[in-house]
């Protein structure tokens, strides 16, 4: 997720099966500027961890296939399912949904690499032509498929139709992962009959445990299964891990806007968030950061 699962935050996100970095223009990582470059940290403790990349020159592909900056990735994840007026007004990200087979033609150029490559849309741009798209990625030789059950034009407050999820999997010969409004263990159950894997994108921003509940939560025979509340205490802490980890890995160059947002998503549950949000906000370093959210860690 763009803004949230650098390296840090991934390794905050115990009990994740896969964990992706966020999405990455091949223009950028071709370039490799250090914002980018940061975004591409990876380590061991990591693994396994794909790489999100989008773009929609041809060209562009090939010259990313023969960098040989993937290789330290397990997989190469193609991005069809971004909105953002950002990445579509450059024909890429969600615009590609209008052009399977250029998609097909991505696809073959990056198992040029020998890493898996597994492709993320959505429904379609306007229209639903999931299928048609479905089949392309399938065809081509993916060795998975991300659906994320929602249009590009629909807004979070549109459900995720998993209908078409179902309808993915009786087309296609590749394991299909499906996505959109996953927020507890039974959300997962349920999807789980549905699809070969699922993913939580929105529930892991500031409840990195979500991954590890749900996991005990599906781990355990159907009588004994139960949610467990999440904790706020434990999250918090491994807010704090995160913290560090951000100076560990990036020092001088840390994103303070993405720190402070994430930052404000960690104190929901507790009473005075507010006015901590607010001196987080003003706060100009990792330190004053710490300081403001321990206070909730002594409670
Ligand atoms: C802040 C934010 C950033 C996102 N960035 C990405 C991204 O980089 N790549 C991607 O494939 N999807 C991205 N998404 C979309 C999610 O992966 C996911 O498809 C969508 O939120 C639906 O899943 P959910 O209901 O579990 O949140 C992002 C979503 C959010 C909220």
Not at 46 to 56: A, C, R, S
Not at 146 to 162: E, F, N, Q
């Amino acid at each position: 997720m763009v803004n949230v699962t650098d390296l840090p935050y991934r390794l905050i996100c115990k009990g994740a099966g896969m964990k992706y970095t966020e999405m990455l223009y091949v223009d950028a990582i071709l370039h490799e500027n250090r914002k980018t470059e940061n975004l591409m940290t990876t380590c061991k403790e990591d693994k396994p961890v794909g790489l999100q990349i989008t773009g929609n020159s041809i060209g562009e592909f090939e010259k990313f296939v023969k960098s040989g900056r993937w290789k330290k990735f397990d997989l190469i994840d193609l991005n069809c399912g971004c909105p953002s007026l950002r990445i579509t007004g450059n024909a890429a990200g969600s615009y590609l949904l209008k052009n399977p087979e250029k998609i097909s033609e991505i696809v073959l150029i990056l198992k040029k690499t020998e890493k898996p490559v597994t492709v993320k849309i959505r429904l379609g741009v306007k229209e639903n032509n999931v299928l048609e798209v479905a089949r392309a990625v399938s065809d081509a030789g993916a060795d998975a498929l991300t659906v994320h059950a929602r249009l590009a034009i629909h807004g979070r407050s549109v459900r995720a139709d998993w209908a078409w999820l179902k309808k993915v999997k009786k087309i296609v010969k590749i394991p299909v992962i499906g996505n959109g409004d996953v927020f507890s263990g039974d959300d997962a159950r349920r999807m789980l009959e549905i699809c070969d894997g699922v993913m939580i994108a929105r529930g892991a921003i500031g409840d990195p445990l979500i991954f590890d509940r749900t996991s005990r939560y599906l781990s355990r025979p159907p009588a004994q299964r139960k949610e467990e509340e999440v904790n706020v205490k434990e999250n918090l802490k491994l807010f704090l891990k995160y913290l560090e980890l951000e100076e560990k890995y990036f020092g001088s160059g840390v994103d303070f806007s993405r720190v402070k947002y994430l930052g404000g998503k960690f104190l929901r549950g507790f009473s005075g968030a507010g006015k901590a949000r607010v001196r987080m906000m003003v706060a100009k370093s990792l330190d004053e950061i710490k300081e403001v959210v321990k206070v909730f860690d002594n409670r």
